[in-house]
Nanobody, 115 residues
Framework: QVQLVESGGGLVQPGGSLRLSCAAS????????MGWYRQAPGKQRELVAA???????NYGDSVKGRFTISRDIPKNTVYLEMNSLKPEDTAVYYC?????????WGQGTQVTVSS
């Protein structure tokens, strides 16, 4: 069993920045992938960014060039640096860890982009 604890969400003005953190309760060294998804009201959950076991990264089209995913393996933590935020980035952001046997999800953290 793995617990994922997210932090860093909040209210920010358009054009602003936030950094989300996701700390895992065990080593992330052997995981298949770890990443962030988001879900806005009335919409399906979508991939924001993921970092694979070998270190390569994937991004959703709407965040490319604005968001950066990174990891700190000794701290078992993945980060999502979000810049140039837009109102359409408003959503609950969920951390995800994909192991060889199953997916794990965090409880979600709200990000609201509004003036």
């Amino acid at each position: 069993q793995v617990q994922l604890v997210e932090s860093g969400g909040g209210l920010v003005q358009p054009g602003g920045s936030l950094r989300l953190s996701c700390a895992a309760s065990r080593s992330i060294l052997s995981m298949n992938a770890m990443g962030w998804y988001r879900q806005a009201p009335g919409k399906q959950r979508e991939l924001v960014a993921a970092i694979l076991g070998g270190g390569s990264t994937n991004y959703g089209d709407s965040v490319k060039g604005r968001f950066t995913i990174s990891r700190d393996i000794p701290k078992n933590t993945v980060y999502l640096e979000m810049n140039s935020l837009k109102p359409e980035d408003t959503a609950v952001y969920y951390c995800n860890l994909e192991s060889t046997s199953r997916n794990y999800w965090g409880q979600g953290t709200q990000v609201t982009v509004s003036s």
